[in-house]
């Protein structure tokens, strides 16, 4: 008996945190503009990517950590020079 | 198997299950674009390449092109991906199949603008990786990727296979990168004995570059790029081309650039000196400077821009003209020019009076620009003027290029889709009364529709 028990405690555990990176984070950070994880539904166009970036950036230290405020902004100014790249006139 | 046992491999199974999962979720793949249409009215431009028409009685034409481009990336995580990106440019209506001028991404009418359309017209222009050094915290990108100078373009901005790594140290970002961009080293005849390696006529590029912020206002910069040409040098077996691009062996370049804010303006002075070899009896020593601006006034924002690239019409002694890698890979996109200075919204059509060559076949030139551009809801607008000259006179005493005034107004559809239409005309200077003495002053007109995702 104590040894069923175990095996279903067990299960429901990895069940439940198997379950907890599947599903979009519900804490104020998005942990997928800020470290590509728990991406669901990630169709955002370019101008739309941009734009949540900026909104995250503008939550600023209350939200994030200077270190990860820096990251977004890394990851704005990347997007930017995507925009660039793809818009370069000529060749 | 006893059931301990039984447990114990359940449980190793399931957490490898949901180990493997996690790693699988992380990956994003990016697909980026756009698309542009332009339609030209115009008595100037013929289409592609070739250089703005300064001739006597230009006809006016319409013609139309359109221009995607299709950006995948793998994204394993936020330390490594694979960037791709290719073009597809046609011509409405295609392209003639002797067309030896050059249209951009097109060769003998293999255009989708033909009849029926099913043409090749897909160009590769990026396949790279993108990875951060785990080891040395440097960020790498290795592969056919863009590369632009920190001097607006007026050196070189273009796609090239290369390795280029950049690493941050608190206020400070350093780049060291190496770019081959030509190499016309033949494949070996079964009958030759020279035995000649691979990579024997190559031209490099080397770059270096640092960036310090002192605050949050105000980064300064210097860089050191290096060509080293070798496509030219000949031996007995060689197939090596007899013009090599560029047009020198050995080239240094050195300079300066700041980006300063100060308050509701933002200016980004530049300057740099190159010098080199020719070839074995003729040095180079040339400079150029100038600089960008933009300054927020009432809706919308004052831009200015202005540049000079020293020249040389003596032909002997050492070459005091600015040198670039080719016409084709430079721009000065901060003119917001149309005629005088290849447009920085072109797509296929990409050119301008001097057929992008802004050295002015070793003449030099320099430009003034400025104009205001805004928005009103979803309307924008902007306006410019430019002038241009040659730094030294051409064979008949001239200088003056011309100048142009330009207008756009556009609308946005949505938000990734604008329209637009745009005029511009150019004033010739005398510079072209030696070669088309009666010419008609060029103008185009322009609608487009742009649409970027």
Known sequence: ?91 | MSFQKKLLAFAAVSALSAATAVPAMALENEFHGMFKFMGFQTNALQGGDAKVLASDDAHSGFFAEQRARIMYTAKANDNLKLVTHFELDTRFGGIKVTDGKGYKGTYNGNDSGNLDADALTLETKNVYLDFNCPITGANFKVGSQPWADAYQSLFLLADMTGVIATKKVDNFTGSLGWFRFDDNTAAIASTDTTNTGAGQYTADLIVVDGKYAINKDITVGATYYNIQNDTALTAATTTAPTVPVPNYELLHMIGLNADMKFGDAVVKPFAAYQFGEKNSTTDISAYMFGATGKVKVGPGSVNFAGYYLSGDNNNTGDVKSFQTVAASTTYFNASNMWLLQRPGQAINTSTSLLGNDNTAKGLGTAGVFAGYEGTMDKVFYNANVGYMTTSKKNAAGDKSIGTEINAQVGYKVYDNLSASVAGAYAFLGNYFDATAPDADNPYLVNVQLSYAF
């Open chain 1, 1 to 91: 008996m104590k040894r069923v028990m175990l095996v279903l405690v067990g299960s429901l555990f990895l069940t439940s945190s198997t379950g907890a990176f599947a599903q979009q984070t519900q804490a104020e950070k998005n942990e997928c503009l800020l470290a590509s994880k728990n991406c669901k539904d990630q169709v955002d166009d370019i101008y739309k990517r941009m734009q949540r970036l900026d909104k995250e950036i503008k939550k600023g230290t209350k939200v994030y950590t200077p270190q990860e405020l820096k990251r977004l902004q890394e990851k704005l100014t990347e997007t930017q020079e995507t925009l660039r790249d793809l818009e370069k006139p000529g060749h």
